[in-house]
Structures are given as structure tokens and as C-alpha cells.
T-cell receptor, first 113, second 110 residues
Framework: GAGVSQTPSNKVTEKGKYVELRCDPI?????LYWYRQSLGQGPEFLIY????????DSGLPNDRFFAVRPEGSVSTLKIQRTERGDSAVYLC???????????FGPGTRLTVL | DAKTTQPPSMDCAEGRAANLPCNHS???????VYWYRQIHSQGPQYIIH?????ETNEMASLIITEDRKSSTLILPHATLRDTAVYYC???????????WGAGTKLIIKP
């Protein structure tokens, strides 16, 4: 079946702009996660959704970052007033339930100029 | 902080078994050992996980020591496509967070 998909695959924006990154999880997976990965490092947890609600957003770096999952399927990560330090690969993963194996999408490479 | 220690890099000849070590000396009884890999410019790919017993699937084998303080991921017949960064992660049974270290960069040489 289809895996986790993320769009766009690449996003280039200017400092101060607003961006939205989309994640389509595996069908039937109730849990969804966002991670951020900087060059040469492992992924860093941002937020976890169980269904429509954010069960844990402790990894969001500041209030410029926000994520939604209104219908319990697709999720959007929103970044306001982007900064050059936000440049990274943003990864989305999903799992059947919160404690199950997580399956990752290909990521969105965000570049803030 | 990651609860695992892995060598930063390893080489392996194509066709040979690749054995990737991982130390997790502070692991607790309810924590699983997970392995993922990340091929360049792709998202992480799940490989295998285990609790106490050794595990095998179509991709790899996972050998966990009896005291559970270390484990080895074995790719039985490495190919060039196995070149990737391999991450060993310890995760509590009911926890969802994966805390990643820097992983091992495995290079398969022809």
C-alpha cells in the first residue's frame, strides 16, 4: 500500500515568509509525528498527534511553529516569519497507534534564504 | 539525549555480512531496541526491532546480548544499496518518542 507522503519535496522561501508543509499518513494510522533533521544529525522530535489532537507538542522550538490535523488524517506544519535557522529537512511519520512502529515519509527540504 | 552509542562510520565489502554494533548500557526492562536506516536524501526506513530475543526479518537480523546492554544489527549479504546511516534507538514500551543519535554511516564497497 501507499506509504507516508509529504509535499512539497523542496521549499525555498525568504526570511520572514510563511510556509506550510503537508503530510499524508498511511491510511488507517491514528498517530502522526513531525520531526526536523539538520545536516549530519538524527531527526529531532517536534510534535505528536493522536487522532485530531496534539498529544505532545513539547518539541516545537517556539510559537512560530504550529501544526494541525483537523480530520485525523492529513497534517500541516505551519511556520510563521521563517528564519534562516529553520532551514532543515522536515520529516513526517505515522504509526497505527502511538506505541507502534513509525513509518517515515521522504521529507520536505526547507531552505530559508 | 540519545541512550545509545554507535561507531560513527564503518566499511563493509559487497556480499559480506555487515555487523553494526550498538551500546545501550542504561536500557530498562520495558525498552525496545529499534533500528532504522536513512539512505542519502531519503526519509528513515524501519528495519527491525526487539525486546529480549533475537529477531530476524527479510531485511536483517537483530542480536541482543543476554544482559541487553548491547546489540548488533546484521545485514547478511550487503549490497551497494545498503550504504546508509544506520540508527539504533531505545524506546520505552508505551512511549512514542524516538530519540535519535548520530548513527553509523555504513559504506558498502565493491
Amino acid at each position: 500500500g501507499a506509504g507516508v507522503s509529504q509535499t512539497p519535496s523542496n521549499k525555498v522561501t525568504e526570511k520572514g515568509k510563511y510556509v506550510e508543509l503537508r503530510c499524508d499518513p498511511i491510511s488507517g494510522h491514528t498517530a502522526l509525528y513531525w520531526y526536523r533533521q539538520s545536516l549530519g544529525q538524527g531527526p529531532e522530535f517536534l510534535i505528536y498527534f493522536q487522532g485530531t489532537g496534539a498529544a505532545d507538542d513539547s518539541g516545537l522550538p517556539n510559537d512560530r511553529f504550529f501544526a494541525v490535523r483537523p480530520e485525523g488524517s492529513v497534517s500541516t506544519l505551519k511556520i510563521q516569519r521563517t528564519e534562516r535557522g529553520d532551514s532543515a529537512v522536515y520529516l513526517c511519520a505515522s504509526s497505527l497507534m502511538g506505541q507502534d512502529t513509525q513509518y517515515f515519509g521522504p521529507g520536505t527540504r526547507l531552505t530559508v534564504l | 539525549d540519545a541512550k545509545t552509542t554507535q561507531p560513527p562510520s564503518m566499511d563493509c565489502a559487497e556480499g559480506r555480512a555487515a555487523n553494526l554494533p550498538c551500546n545501550h548500557s542504561t536500557i530498562s526492562g520495558n525498552e525496545y531496541v529499534y533500528w532504522y536506516r536513512q539512505i542519502h536524501s531519503q526519509g528513515p526506513q524501519y528495519i527491525i526491532h526487539g525486546l529480549k530475543n533475537n529477531e530476524t526479518n527479510e531485511m536483517a537480523s537483530l542480536i541482543i546480548t543476554e544482559d541487553r546492554k548491547s546489540s548488533t544489527l546484521i545485514l547478511p549479504h550487503a549490497t551497494l544499496r545498503d550504504t546508509a546511516v544506520y540508527y539504533c534507538i531505545v524506546r520505552y514500551d508505551s512511549n512514542y518518542q524516538l530519540i535519535w543519535g548520530a548513527g553509523t554511516k555504513l559504506i558498502i564497497k565493491p
